[in-house]
Every structure is written in C-alpha cells, then in structure tokens.
C-alpha cells in the first residue's frame, strides 16, 4: 500500500538512512514500496533522550534507521524500558510499555516510536507532578 507524505516547505524527512529536505514549496511524495521514514518532527537527537521516556524512544528509532547496529541499539532499548517498567505503578503506562516491547521484537518498529510518542504526555504530566508534590512535600515538613 503506498504512503503519501505532504510536506511543508523545507520540511526535512529521513528516507532509508539520507536525509532530504523538500524544496521551497509544500510538495507531496508517494512512497510504492516499504521504505524507512521518518519526520523531521519524529527524529530526536541522542543529547534530546533527557527523560526516561525519550531514553526509550531513542534506541527504538535507531532500531528503526539503523539496521546494522539494531542489536547494540536493543540492548539500551531493552534496559531503559525495564528501568522504566520497574518505576511507574500506572497500569495504562504499563500496558503501553508492553505494546512497545511487543511491536519491537516484531520489528515493527514505527509503531512502536509512534505509541511511544503518547508517553511522552504521560511522562511530562508525571514529572510536572513529583515536581510539585514534591515542593509541596518541602513546605509542610
């Protein structure tokens, strides 16, 4: 089944590894065939896994980009998520960490990126909580 991909102007994308970046005009691509891809919006840089959840993602990407080292790139994916399991309660996180788990040892790696994505609300909520929970701990010690 083809993919059609809109991109706005000077919107980058990586495609099976090389980056592309579309020109001055909003353009569209269909893809024919199974290919690597991902958004500019979708990409993370190593120094941007800052937070447990974006420790997750980033191993499951480079999974996902690079093939030739997915085993070194499993092996951080599979210690973050374990890490990450063992420290949250929420059962709904819990079953998304699953899901992850589960679609990257089928090598569905995309789908795995995209449900971790929704973890991301789940993460910055949490952590904006502990943050004031904690302060407020502080105060009425």
Same mark, same amino acid.
């Given at each position: 089944m083809p993919l059609k991909l809109s991109l706005k102007p000077g919107e980058k994308f990586v495609l099976n590894g090389a980056v592309l970046t579309n020109g001055d005009k909003r353009t569209s691509l269909v893809i024919q065939n199974k290919a690597c891809l991902l958004r500019e919006r979708d990409i993370i840089q190593r120094k941007d896994a800052?937070?447990?959840v $974006?420790?997750?993602y980033f191993p499951i /990407?480079? /999974?996902y980009l690079d093939a030739d080292h997915r085993d070194d790139h499993y092996n951080e994916f599979?210690? $973050?998520m374990t890490e990450f399991m063992a420290a949250i309660r929420n059962r709904q996180a819990l079953a998304a960490c699953v899901e992850i788990s589960?679609?990257?040892m089928q090598g569905a790696y995309y789908k795995a990126l995209m449900l971790c994505r929704k973890l991301f609300d789940f993460? $910055?909520?949490r952590?904006?909580?502990d943050a004031q929970?904690?302060?407020g701990h502080a105060a009425h010690r």
């Open positions: 800052n937070t447990p $974006r420790r997750i /990407m480079m /999974m599979a210690l $973050r589960r679609d990257v993460e $910055r909520e952590l904006n909580y929970g904690l302060s």
